[in-house]
Every structure is written in C-alpha cells, then in structure tokens.
C-alpha cells in the first residue's frame, strides 16, 4: 500500500522548525545567533523528527554544549518533541560562512568583525581593522585572545578604547 503525503505540511514543519532553531543566540556572543555565524548547517523533519546539524567554530568551542541544548529547549517548546542534534566538523567552519547581517551586528554591538575572507593559501595576510566605535584603522592587538577564543583584543590609537576583534578563521 501506498500512502501519499502532501509535502506542503512538511515543508512548513521545515521552514517553522528552520526558523527556530536559527533564532538561538551564541551563548559567547549573544548579539549573534548560530545562523548569523553560519553554525546552522541543516535541518531536516521527518516523520516529527527534527534533525539539526551545526559545525562549531571550532573542535573545542566551549559552547558547543550549550548551543545543542538551546535548539533542543528552543524546539520543543516550539512543539518538536523529538530533536536531535548533530555535529559535524568537516568541512571546518570559517568566517566566510558568518551573514553580512551578522557582521554588521558585530559592528553596531563594539566588536570588529572578521577582516577579509578566510585566506586560501598558507599565509594569510590581515589588514587594518578598524575600531568599531570611531572607524579608525589606526589600531594595534594588544593579545592573540580576546573575551573569547574566537576574539583577538585590540585597542584604537586614536579614540585610546579597546575592542574585541573576530579573528577571521
């Protein structure tokens, strides 16, 4: 016996689910969420099941954890009881997949976003980066790591603030 399903349900639970699970915030950076970053990679229902695949920003993000338990609350209190997050680390996340919106958060929230595209070769080059609050590209990093790994701190020698920069991956 055949039984044939109308996929437009399907398609709805998809896009509904989709639109939820996007909405989680970086618990590193709340301004952002796993969508903006690019951290969403797939989703699919089946059959009430809700499958949502993330690539982290890295192997050891500390936040991993706590962003698969956010799409797990996030979607069950949207009405998806049956959720499972997977992880996937290949292909490697890079900032080339973070949204322009994203970016442009980043920026209006005081933190530089990622100069330039993740580099092709094995020596990338970084460029200027400009202070979030006065435009300044008259700045220097003061350490590799910022408020989070995926930061560096700069300061502005001109308005004399520092900042975080999200270093490009």
Known sequence: ??????????MDATLHAWAV???VRDPEVPVLTIEDLGVLRDLEVDDGRVTVTITPTYSGCPATNAICD??????TAA????????????PA???????A???????????????????AGPIPV??????????????REIARFGST????LYECRACLEPFDHFKVH
């Open 79 to 90: 009405g998806f009881d049956d959720v499972d997050v997977r992880i996937t680390l290949a």
């Open 126 to 139: 970084t460029l200027a980066v400009r202070c979030p609050q006065c435009g300044s590209p008259d700045t």
């Open 93 to 99: 996340w890079t900032t080339d997949w973070m949204s």
């Open 1 to 10: 016996m055949v039984t044939l399903i109308d996929p437009l349900p399907t």
């Open 101 to 119: 919106a994203g970016a442009a958060k980043l920026h209006e929230f005081g933190i530089a976003p990622p100069t330039g595209r993740r580099a």
């Open 70 to 75: 956010d799409i797990v609350i996030a979607l």
């Open 21 to 23: 699970a996007a909405a």
């Open 149 to 152: 790994a995926c930061k560096a």
